[in-house]
């Protein structure tokens, strides 16, 4: 993963180069459409020697040849579109020469379109004349097209879930730098920012058993400065006492809150397990 105010072309080079050097070891290469060229292609194909799955940009000539073949197969309704997911769907345009027009050498690589359908439904429906007719639409479609290049000799579906675990990963870093506060390191020694790490995955730890056991799945997803503002801070007016010693709760809810349910139910589970851990027989 690189920054984005730097040459792609150079810095995809240099970054597998250090990652080689420093004995670090991989099977593939995966990356999105501002690293697949032919030159970085080329590179991973004679110098690495690893497998790849990378973005091909959409301005090559091949790859907007590969979209209008797609539209064609597509009204056809041919099988060789293989559909992935919901609004998602892709086919194999085969190998194919990724290197521009005119440009040498010729590198050639295996060419997957894709092709991803957004709906949007619309608050007023839009009229459409189509012809000597007119259409009512209530739904606004748009298609985005983008191409993976790759040597992998694996099935269409595959390659295409296999190139869109980059995003996991992405989110994750993502997740490292603003969910952990990890974009920044405050000790200038390398101890203390192993141990301010150490301390940051040891607290989100707790918060994520804490989510996963006490929220409904669908609000396991939050970072924990949008949990707080939109789960806590909207069913929570005050906490007028709060002693963990004896586990005295005395809160203010908001009865008409989107999320006060789930927080009367967090109060609760937290009373039983103070009660399970602490029974009144032996706190007496």
């Known amino acids: 993963l690189c920054p984005g105010d730097v040459n792609p072309q150079v810095y995809f080079i240099k970054m597998l180069k250090r990652a080689r050097a420093g004995g670090y070891s991989f099977d593939a290469v995966r990356g999105d459409a501002a690293f697949g060229n032919a030159r970085n292609v080329l590179f991973v194909q004679e110098k690495l020697h690893v497998h790849y799955a990378l973005g091909a940009s959409s301005r090559l000539d091949i790859i907007q040849q590969g979209r209008k073949k797609f539209r064609?197969?597509?009204?056809?309704?041919?099988?060789?579109?293989v559909h992935i997911d919901q609004g998602i769907s892709a086919f194999d345009f085969g190998v194919q020469n990724i290197a521009k027009q005119g440009e040498e050498p010729a590198v050639y690589s295996r060419v997957i379109i894709c092709r991803r359908v957004h709906?949007?439904?619309?608050?007023?429906?839009?009229?459409?004349?189509?012809?000597?007719?007119?259409?009512?639409?209530?739904?606004?479609?748009?298609?985005?097209?983008?191409?993976?290049?790759?040597?992998?000799?694996?099935?269409?579906?595959?390659?295409?879930?296999?190139?869109?675990?980059?995003q996991q990963i992405e989110n994750a870093i993502k997740e490292l730098k603003y969910h952990y506060s990890l974009n920044r390191m405050p000790c200038q020694s390398l101890k203390g920012n192993e141990f301010f790490i150490a301390s940051k995955i040891f607290a989100m730890t707790l918060v994520k058993l804490f989510v996963s056991r006490h929220l409904p799945k669908h609000l396991h997803h939050m970072r924990l400065k949008t949990l707080l503002r939109r789960v806590f801070a909207s069913s929570l007016s005050q906490v007028r006492v709060l002693h963990f010693d004896t586990l005295q709760l005395k809160v203010d809810i908001k009865p008409k809150g989107k999320y006060s349910w789930h927080f009367k139910r967090?109060?609760?589970?937290?009373?039983?397990?103070?009660?399970?851990?602490?029974?009144?027989?032996?706190?007496?």
């Open 119 to 166: 709906r949007k439904k619309l608050k007023k429906p839009k009229i459409k004349k189509i012809g000597n007719k007119r259409k009512r639409l209530k739904w606004d479609i748009r298609y985005y097209y983008y191409a993976i290049v790759t040597d992998l000799d694996w099935t269409v579906r595959q390659v295409v879930k296999y190139y869109h675990q980059r």
């Open 72 to 81: 064609k197969l597509a009204h056809q309704g041919s099988s060789q579109i």
């Open 266 to 284: 967090i109060i609760k589970k937290l009373l039983e397990d103070h009660d399970r851990l602490f029974p009144k027989k032996l706190a007496a």
